[in-house]
């Protein structure tokens, strides 16, 4: 039978999720009809990608056939952060067993801040279903998404930005809230820098490596100090 204490327990914890995936996957999947994939390419895409912004990003990559390097190089840096969330959490997932694999691929920006809100004590079967139902959502959102471009009479050129608005309200707010603003000044000159050398096709993977790497050793230069 299945634990219907555990679902609803991981439902409860997932609705503020399921109130932002609903609407961001509908921005991605309109965005990906509207560069002329359909609903199958939604579903396909946030069932084994399943990558919140860089899905955003390969929507003009899968229009402009880029090659698979800078997919790959870019797809490293836009989600090399999940390597941190994932240091956290190693211990609780290596004694999950066969549910191992889904935890890890499962662990989005939003899934690991439900993981970080509960008390420690929650069951496998709810740590579980709440990184399932987080996928369910936004596999829901691209479908509604790409399904209702299809059919609406109006332009929906635009509706992509919503994902990159979502990170300008977090860096602002990250920025009003944080004493050390250097970091995020390093990562605006990377960008400004390879945007103007590179040009606005091939910037993204330059920046977010040279930003990763400053930091590091900005991180490593602090340490030797203490």
């Known amino acids: 039978m299945p634990d219907i204490h555990a679902a609803r327990r991981a439902a409860k914890l997932t609705l503020p999720v399921l109130c932002g995936y609903i609407f961001l996957g509908i921005a991605f999947g309109a965005t990906l009809a509207q560069a002329g994939f359909g609903p199958s390419w ?6 084994f990608v399943y990558a919140g912004s860089l899905q955003f990003v390969m929507v003009p990559f899968l229009a402009s056939g880029v090659s698979l390097v800078t997919v790959a190089l870019t797809a490293l840096m836009v989600n090399a952060r999940h390597l941190f969330y994932g240091l956290s959490l ?20 939003e899934t690991y801040s439900v993981y970080c809100g509960m008390n420690g004590q929650e069951s496998d079967g709810v740590m ?31 509706i992509d930005f919503s994902m990159t608005a ?13 004493s050390e603003r250097l970091p995020m000044a390093l990562g605006a000159v990377c960008a400004l820098l390879s945007l103007l050398l590179l040009g606005p096709e091939q910037f993204l993977a ?14 490593a230069h602090k340490g030797a100090k203490a």
């Open 42 to 47: 939604a579903l396909l895409i946030s069932t």
């Open 90 to 109: 190693i211990e609780r997932f290596s004694a999950m067993g066969a549910m191992r694999p889904y935890m890890i691929f499962s662990l989005s920006d």
């Open 166 to 178: 979502l990170f300008v309200v977090i860096c602002v707010e990250r920025a009003m809230n944080e």
């Open 128 to 158: 579980l279903r709440v990184g399932l139902y987080d996928q369910l959502y936004w596999i829901a959102g691209s479908l509604i998404g790409a399904v209702l471009a299809q059919q609406l009479p109006f332009d929906l050129t635009g």
């Open 206 to 219: 330059p920046a977010l490596a040279a930003t990763a790497l400053l930091l590091t050793v900005m991180d």
